[in-house]
């Protein structure tokens, strides 16, 4: 270019208007524990650049979903944390069983001072409650022996479908009747009727139902209930096959029915009738969401042995209201796995409580922490870990809970 004359260097403004607020974040200050998680607290403030400057700004200028934590985590180094408990609370009946409580804390292992429980969140918390018995209630006319309530209700292989059957089967329970397909009578105008049994009968009460038949049929159009959800079991070694056969879901308005299985999870509201939903394992949960009244589905479910094993031998499934669970189970061939589950399933609108009548997990030794029990709540995902001779009392969110018997 030095043939051409070079033009004089100058500077002009471009633009004037300062840059919007920003967050500002100053290095974190020294961790607030000497060992294991502690928190760092770093100084965020809201400046503005203002020809070149930072200008410290209120906060409320600075985009507030967009703002820094105060604090954050830090570890220096490992250090153990272990729980305690305070002695247990007096039974809370006066006779026959009831329960006992107490408060857990969580303390630091070498200053054995109580210190916040996140802490403490990575080790298994023993139980806060457990049963506990008053002795032997005064006889009343009308009640129920002793040995009622822990009478089992396990699922056959073949199910009654008779009507004297089924009342039988539950009578003095409470649990909703399973809807069994009607046979459909020709005579007397019976078929429209007989039609509407098979499809649910009264359709207001097939919400916080449990089926339990081989094939069925579901009415859940025009129910009463915003949020409508029933339940399907079979026994292990089947799974569940459902057909959606007519669907009035108004999917602009955000009606939806969801599927959920130990193996599977779909929603949909489009393009439903006719479409298959394989639970995969024995068990479904359909729950319907309407907003407007007269919509709904209608399904139609069957049973059949599982193409894939998804249990072992040692498992097992109890339907609600009440059971009896005992561990180990002893094989034919005197096998033993080591991890055996049982299956709890009830009504939907039903909570289950898990009562440990007897434990014996071995002696506190170096093998110990092997052998627990774990009982997840399917609802949450949550779990929780009982070990040694512990009694315990545990209830669920949700109609679904696992036990898992480890070695």
């Known amino acids: ?14 633009d004037l208007s300062p840059c919007p607020p920003r967050w500002k974040v100053t290095p974190a200050g020294p961790c607030s524990s000497s060992c294991g998680l502690g928190l760092a607290v770093q100084l965020v403030t809201c400046v503005q650049i203002r020809q070149g400057k930072e200008v410290l700004q209120e906060e409320h200028l600075c985009p507030v979903a967009e703002k820094p934590p ?32 107490r408060r857990d804390f969580c303390l630091h292992s070498q200053t054995h001072k109580h210190v916040d429980p996140v802490f ?29 309530e822990l009478q089992p209700v396990t699922p056959a292989t073949h199910l009654t479908t008779a009507a004297a059957g089924r009342e039988e089967r539950y009578k003095g329970l409470d649990l909703p009747l399973p809807a ?27 919400c916080g139902s449990l ?53 599977m999870w779909r929603t949909g509201c489009r393009n439903l009738p006719l479409s298959l939903i394989n639970s995969r394992t024995n068990t479904l949960i359909v729950k319907q969401r309407v907003v407007l009244p ?48 049982t299956f709890i399933d009830v009504a939907p609108q039903h909570r289950i409580a898990i009562r440990a009548l007897y434990t014996d997990l071995g002696t506190e030794g170096n093998h110990t922490h092997f052998n627990y029990i774990l009982v997840r709540d399917v609802s949450t995902m949550k779990t929780m870990v009982f070990r040694g001779k512990q009694q315990f009392l545990w209830q669920s969110t949700g109609s679904q809970a696992e036990i898992e018997f480890h070695e």
């Open 294 to 341: 007269g919509s709904g589905v209608i399904l139609q479910y069957s049973s059949r042995t599982a193409t894939k094993k998804y249990y072992q031998d040692c498992d097992k499934q109890l339907f609600g209201p009440q059971g009896e669970i005992v561990n180990p189970v002893q094989l034919p061939d005197q096998r033993r796995e080591d991890v055996c589950r």
């Open 1 to 14: 270019c030095h043939p051409v004359p070079k033009p004089e260097s100058r500077m002009e403004v471009c």
């Open 180 to 206: 069994v397909p009607q046979e459909q009578t020709k005579t007397g105008g019976g078929e429209e009727d007989a039609a509407k049994r098979s499809m649910g009968g009264n359709t207001s009460g097939v």
């Open 211 to 263: 089926f339990l038949n081989a094939t069925g049929i579901i009415n859940m159009m025009d129910v009463e209930n915003s949020d409508c959800t029933v339940a399907i079991g079979r026994p292990l070694r089947e799974e569940i096959t459902l057909r959606i056969l007519e669907s009035s879901l108004n999917c602009s308005a955000g009606e939806v029915v969801l599927f959920s299985g130990r193996m």
């Open 120 to 148: 403490c969140r990575r080790f298994p918390k023993a139980i806060v409650v457990r049963g506990c018995s008053s002795g032997p209630c005064p006889e009343r006319v009308g009640t129920r022996s002793p040995g009622a």
């Open 70 to 101: 105060t604090s954050v985590p830090c570890v220096i180094r490992t250090c153990s944390y272990e729980w305690s408990f305070s002695e247990w609370s007096e039974c809370s009946t006066s006779c026959g069983n009831g329960i006992q409580t």
